[in-house]
């Protein structure tokens, strides 16, 4: 059997997408996102099953808004998904109670990075909202030092000469719908990643406009290799483009040992084999203290660990297992 063998993680790929809940767009991605290049993929509306679930695979772990599935709580618009060959020692999420933010924290030994996966609704900025809560309240976890890295993508619904081309000037949001994000913005002192003026998504009139954004925090040494739109693995019928960013960032892969592979004993050979060794090397004989017993099990363990190891072939495990 063939098994994906992934490349040594030096560089982190993340995709994100606005799948606009539709389930052909989001399986879409899922079946043409190769796992050997993709690292991580963040999706704004995602498609949701009748018990708000969405569908991953064998090489994705999904990671919802902390508090997706609570009672009350609105239409999930934010996941990430996480390659399951990324170490999950090497990430931890971040609780934030807004069901579209899906925010986790990468650390080791290059540092840390904070991804935040945002989806902002054009009618109100209650994520916008609970960003600040949570960046006010918890930025030491967020950002640990002033070394580590913070990267803020997702689909923000806001318009501003800053980022949208001057074609679509006429679209800028009043002060009061705009200034929230320019307050966050200015007081975490983040930079535009995605190029303003590249369109992002396409409008019912045809009319292309930059509502998808890329923030990274201002620092001397940016991880950000690239950040880019990619129209050729657009989904079929999204009307927002792919945002491909690159990302400078060694993480540890999975690592299982091998295993034995029960399966490929003979146990009627195993049984014959392990009896002849008890009878040569382990007798059957009377316990008469603890020492002896502890010297018994050691034996018999050892002897039933040999047998396996000389019949049993050794079992390379799958290095997507989650």
Known sequence: MNRRTPNALSKLHIWQQ???????????II?????????????????????????????WCIIYPSNHLLDDTPHTCSILMINTNIAIDMYTQMTISNNDITAIHFNGEFGHLSLFNIYNDCTHNDSLSSLSIYLSSSHHIAQPTLNNH???????????????????????????????????????????????????????????????????????????????????????KANHLPIITVIELPIARTSSPP?????????????????????????????????????KVDSLTSIIQQTIYDLALMNKPCPFSK
């Open 259 to 295: 295993s034995h592979d029960f399966h490929s004993i003979d146990f009627v050979e195993f049984n014959t084999m392990l009896k002849a060794h008890l009878d040569r090397e382990s007798p059957a004989t009377l316990i008469n203290s603890k020492e002896e017993f502890d010297e």
């Open 150 to 236: 913070m990267i803020w993508l997702g689909d923000l619904n806001c318009h501003h000469p800053l980022w949208e081309p001057e074609t679509n000037w006429h679209l800028d949001f009043s002060d009061v719908a705009i200034q929230p994000l320019l307050n966050l913005l200015d007081a975490y002192d983040m930079d535009l990643a995605l190029p303003p003026g590249i369109p992002t998504y396409e409008t019912a009139t045809h009319n292309w406009t930059h509502p998808d954004n890329v923030w990274h925090l201002h620092h001397n040494s940016d991880p950000i290799i690239s950040c880019n739109t990619d129209p050729h693995i657009c989904p079929p």
């Open 31 to 59: 079946n043409t996102a190769n796992s050997e290049e993709w690292n991580v993929i963040a999706i704004q509306e995602p498609w949701l099953d009748k018990l708000n679930n969405a569908r991953g695979s064998t090489y």
């Open 18 to 28: 606005n799948t606009h809940k539709l389930h052909y767009a989001q399986q879409y």
